[in-house]
């Protein structure tokens, strides 16, 4: 099965998508005192007949090569197909496998990858080894769970999921939870940031732009772990479309915790009232000693925005 979903890569990403001219390279803020970065995408939702959504990825990979200063991980969170099916799973992974030059790639699950809808054939479980299997055939970071940490630079990466089909919303497991509760344990005595990824942000954070599409029954019981130990955390999330906000609205400091909704990068961004809406829209999170600064850039369209936000750690 594997070799058969390589080989279809391949030739998808070959026929799908056509690049544009060279690309240029760009830098980052301040290179020399720039300890690590990495690059941070939401929602893209490809779809197998959507050439416009075969051209966002294929030309955000190109863009991300030609960083000066290659990213230590991209993290996808969630909601990279639009259906979960072979053939969207298959575009994604053939355009990285071509066109991707970054080592570290972590793929979280959106609610559209893993719970069944009108054009999924099969039921959760079917989803969830289907992304399981596709992220172990093409990625060096191998996963037996839909949630996952990994050590990066020093700093823990946390990857959490929903562990069934709860609809727009998500469950968490006792063993997620159980999971959760060591790695923010360890992670304490590192003494470093924890860069924290979740398709679906807490109930209250972003709580003006459709509530039903948050964590849900057990937002309270998360915020709590979260808050157990003294972890400096910056929790990205995306789920929401709600795009750029000229007040900042899109972040939120609580205590220890900042909460970042990602824009989507695949579909119309509906709730931002800034001058930038488009899509190809992501992240690029640069770490210093003491500052962690999130740029948001037009990777399909190769160029910065003027949004930025700057946190002291």
């Known amino acids: 099965m594997s070799v058969l979903y390589k080989m279809l890569a391949v030739i998808l990403a070959v026929f799908v998508f056509s690049p544009s ?3 240029a390279s760009y830098t980052p803020q301040t290179p020399e005192e720039m300890q690590f970065s990495f690059t941070v995408l939401s929602d893209g939702h490809m779809e197998g007949n959507s050439s416009d959504k075969h051209t966002l990825y294929g030309e955000g990979f190109r863009d991300m090569a030609s960083a000066e200063v290659q990213s230590r991980a991209l993290v996808m969170v969630g909601d990279n197909t639009m259906n979960g099916q072979v053939l969207e799973q298959s575009i994604v992974y053939g355009l990285l496998r071509k066109y991707n030059t970054i080592d570290t790639v ?3 699950v959106g609610n559209h990858d893993i719970c069944p809808g009108k054009h999924n054939q099969g039921d959760y479980n079917k989803l969830r080894e289907r992304f399981i299997r596709f992220n172990n055939t093409f ?20 990857v959490l999921a929903s562990d069934s089909d709860a609809g727009v919303a998500q469950y968490i497991s ?43 029954e057990q937002s309270d019981e998360l915020l709590a772990l979260l808050r157990k130990y003294d972890n400096r955390i910056f929790f990205f999330t995306g789920h929401l479309h709600m795009g750029i906000y000229e007040d900042g609205y899109g972040v939120s400091e609580e205590g220890q915790i900042t909460y970042i909704n990602v824009p989507s990068f695949g ?47």
């Open 106 to 108: 972590l793929m979280a």
């Open 267 to 313: 579909s119309e961004n509906t709730d931002g009232d800034a001058d930038m809406q488009n899509t190809g829209m992501g992240l690029q999170t640069e770490v210093y000693a003491d500052e962690v600064v999130v740029r948001v850039r037009n990777f399909a369209a190769h160029e910065w925005t003027k949004y930025e936000y700057r946190f002291a750690y």
């Open 21 to 23: 001219g060279e690309v």
């Open 174 to 216: 006792p063993e997620q939870f159980e999971w959760l509760d060591g790695v923010l344990q360890e992670a304490e005595k590192s003494e470093k940031p924890v860069f924290l990824f979740s398709h679906w942000p807490l109930n209250h954070v972003f709580s003006q732009v459709w509530q039903e599409g948050h964590v849900g």
């Open 139 to 158: 990625l060096e970071n191998q996963i037996e769970e839909l949630y996952y940490a990994r050590v990066i630079e020093g700093c823990y990466f946390i």
